[in-house]
T-cell receptor, first 119, second 113 residues
Framework: GAVVSQHPSWVICKSGTSVKIECRSL??????MFWYRQFPKQSLMLMAT?????????EQGVEKDKFLINHASLTLSTLTVTSAHPEDSSFYICSARDTRGLRFTDTQYFGPGTRLTVL | GDSVTQMEGPVTLSEEAFLTINCTYT??????LFWYVQYPGEGLQLLLK?????DKGSNKGFEATYRKETTSFHLEKGSVQVSDSAVYFCALSDDTGGFKTIFGAGTRLFVKA
């Protein structure tokens, strides 16, 4: 089956620094990727939709200048948490939609997640 | 907008008990419906899916039927095992919403030996 990887799997950083998280689709092309965050024992909240070659679409309440998304190729999207603060500590998960096949092929494949801890 | 509502947990069952986790949805289009499972310390895994009304998704003894008339997609398993202990998320993906996935709050399942 399709595989999505994330790097790093966990990161600890100091308050005020920036952290970049990579999301890669390993064996398929993904024109669309999604970024979620998950707080402990809570559900996944969609942050933004990452579109290859164009600007990301952010959900209401998500600061686009703080969470920079770049989807530079059909297999890579990056999320950069700028000037991170302790409240940004969370589990960040990406997913990629396999855009091959029929219009209604909407299966998404999720990455294993990146745990960010900001001290 | 689209939304998913699932029963609150935690749900605690004894091994071999019958499991039902209720899920209902609201959507403007014709969504596909999913159940995802998250085992402790792991990422999200697709458990099963259904793409149109009356479809039944099934996997690993779990099943769920897409009921358009009741806008429901309840998860069932006839005999749970300790290894089924996890958090289960009901979700939908709507082509009118750009295929982004909307998740329910998650239901934590504990299965006792």
């Amino acid at each position: 089956g399709a595989v999505v990887s994330q790097h790093p799997s966990w990161v600890i950083c100091k308050s005020g620094t920036s952290v970049k998280i990579e999301c890669r689709s390993l064996d398929f092309q993904a024109t669309t990727m999604f970024w979620y965050r998950q707080f402990p024992k809570q559900s996944l909240m969609l942050m933004a939709t990452s579109n290859e070659g164009s600007k990301a679409t952010y959900e209401q309440g998500v600061e686009k200048d703080k969470f920079l998304i770049n989807h530079a190729s059909l297999t890579l999207s990056t999320l950069t948490v700028t000037s991170a603060h302790p409240e940004d500590s969370s589990f960040y998960i990406c997913s990629a939609r396999d855009t091959r096949g029929l219009r209604f092929t909407d299966t998404q494949y999720f990455g294993p997640g990146t745990r960010l801890t900001v001290l | 907008g689209d939304s998913v509502t699932q029963m609150e947990g935690p749900v605690t069952l004894s091994e071999e008990a019958f499991l039902t986790i209720n899920c209902t949805y609201t959507a403007t289009g014709y969504p596909s419906l999913f159940w995802y499972v998250q085992y402790p310390g792991e990422g999200l895994q697709l458990l099963l899916k259904a793409t149109k009304a009356d479809d039944k998704g099934s996997n690993k003894g779990f099943e769920a039927t897409y009921r358009k008339e009741t806008t429901s997609f309840h998860l069932e398993k006839g005999s749970v095992q300790v290894s089924d202990s996890a958090v289960y998320f009901c979700a939908l993906s709507d082509d009118t919403g750009g295929f982004k996935t909307i998740f329910g709050a998650g239901t934590r399942l504990f299965v006792k030996a």
